[in-house]
């Protein structure tokens, strides 16, 4: 007869793996539409075989515009590689739908090289693999379309490379804020 205590801790170790399963998710089947129109899901970017690199931020957001620069480095830095990064766009500080017109606005200023998507506290969520708390938020996901490394706050082009040598990942949130 197995003792109550044993049955106790493998009900503990089946919770602690049923918990770890968002950071083993597929890539995610979220639908966003880019500032061009054009609706995408990110399975189409996620998952195939490159490093791609999701960031969630606001024009309307100072951290974010102090962070931006750090995020365009590692694109032209690693654009050649085969690393995507992408922006999501949601408005700040409400968390709704990212404004097309105050992004356009941002845009025509600043151009970005890299695509930009459109997006709500939900729809972000959805990519990121949990609620998102606040901006800028990066999520790396790995080449197989997994969660590799999640950092709230700005980042900059060392850590982000830093977060991708890690060879087994990070399923723990870094933060910068």
């Not at 205590?5 to 979220?30: E, G």
């Not at 830095?77 to 941002?106: A, C, L, Q, R």
């Not at 845009?107 to 800028?136: C, M, N, T, W």
């Not at 790995?142 to 706050?153: D, V």
Request: hydrophobic share 40%; glycine share 8%; net charge negative.
């Amino acid at each position: 007869m197995k003792s109550p205590i044993s049955n106790l801790f493998k009900s503990y170790l089946l919770i602690l793996l049923i918990l770890s399963f968002p950071v083993l998710a597929a890539p995610p089947q979220t639908k966003l539409t880019r500032v061009d129109g054009v609706e995408q899901s990110m399975s189409e970017y996620i998952g195939q075989g490159n490093w791609v690199i999701a960031n969630v931020w606001s024009p309307s957001c100072s951290f974010c515009l102090q962070e931006l620069p750090q995020v365009e480095a590692f694109h032209a830095k690693h654009k050649d590689e085969g690393v995507i990064v992408i922006g999501i766009t949601v408005d700040f500080p409400s968390f709704e739908y990212g404004k097309i017109d105050i992004i356009n606005k941002f845009l025509a200023g600043h151009p970005l090289d890299y695509p930009i998507f459109l997006a709500d506290l939900d729809l972000a969520s959805e990519v990121i693999g949990k609620r998102l708390i606040g901006i800028p938020y990066t999520v790396i996901y790995h080449p197989s379309g997994k969660i590799h490394a999640r950092w709230g706050g700005d980042i900059s082009v060392g850590e982000i490379e830093e977060l991708m040598q890690e060879k087994s990942g990070i399923t723990d949130d870094w933060t910068n804020f």
